[in-house]
């Protein structure tokens, strides 16, 4: 019998990583939820644990070598890891709103925290990923695809991680590691969508003709690009955001 596989989910105490989660286990994964809110983790862990085997991990990823002890932590507990998904979702203060009123000594600490983490979470978990042909994938935002005012410097940081991702796929598939990032835009009942506030979300809501997805939308399709059905699939950036672009 073959060893359920293990999937790790990076800040996957939110909405999309707690749906992922629910997902896998319903699939046969073991899963590791990463966060950095202890109360926020353990209360996802609890309310899984009777789904599957689900144990969750503390880091905070503005600590430094923090990637490479999450990686160190949940391969020491589970023996493998399989795939990884990231779906922090952080940032300074600053960086967003029209661009001339933006923080530029915010600048470099968000694409050290989003750029540059994930870009060392890939480096941490490659050996693994190896091992038996993994999966890793960026949750990154239609910003970086799609040009829109008030998100200059989200877009320049997810457009760097969608750029980071392509080009990983060419050459990390001669390992057999595929690489992806899912691009949501408005995901409802998210926390970005209570930042935004309900009169911007219905806006979006009224341009989306299929309408705006939930985490319930897009945790399928992060479950599909990690399984065996997906395995001839890699370096695709896939947008999931009801037709508001396309």
């Not at 600490?109 to 993994?134: K, N």
């Not at 796929?169 to 935004?196: L, T």
């Not at 997906?230 to 672009?245: D, E, M, P």
Request: charged content about 20%; overall charge negative.
């Amino acid at each position: 019998m073959t060893d359920p596989k293990v999937l790790l989910i990076a800040g996957g105490s939110g909405s999309i990583g707690s749906a992922i989660a629910h997902l896998a286990l319903d699939q046969g994964w073991k899963v590791a939820v990463h966060g950095r809110s202890e109360d926020k983790v353990h209360a996802l862990v609890a309310g899984l644990s009777d789904e599957g085997v689900i144990e969750g991990f503390i880091t905070d990823i503005w600590e430094d070598d923090a990637a490479e002890t999450l990686i160190a932590e949940v391969a020491e507990h589970y023996g493998r890891i399989d795939a990884v998904i990231d779906c922090t979702a952080t940032g300074p203060l600053g960086i967003t709103g029209l661009f001339p009123d933006t923080s530029p000594e915010a600048f470099t600490d968000f694409l050290d925290v989003s750029v540059g983490w994930f870009e060392r979470l890939a480096h941490a978990a490659y050996g693994f990923l190896a091992q038996e042909g993994g999966t890793l994938i960026a949750f990154v935002s239609d910003a970086g695809i799609f040009a829109a005012r008030r998100q200059t410097l989200i877009g320049a940081a997810r457009a760097a991680t969608i750029g980071f991702v392509r080009n990983l796929a060419v050459e990390a598939a001669r390992d057999g590691i595929r690489v992806h990032a899912i691009s949501p835009s408005f995901v409802q009942g998210s926390d970005s969508a209570r930042r935004m506030g309900s009169e911007r979300m219905a806006r979006a809501a009224n341009r989306a003709g299929l309408g705006l997805p939930g985490a319930e939308d897009i945790a399928p399709l992060a479950l599909f690009l990690c399984g065996d059905a997906a395995r001839k699939v890699t370096g695709q950036v896939i947008s999931v955001n009801g037709g508001l672009n396309a």
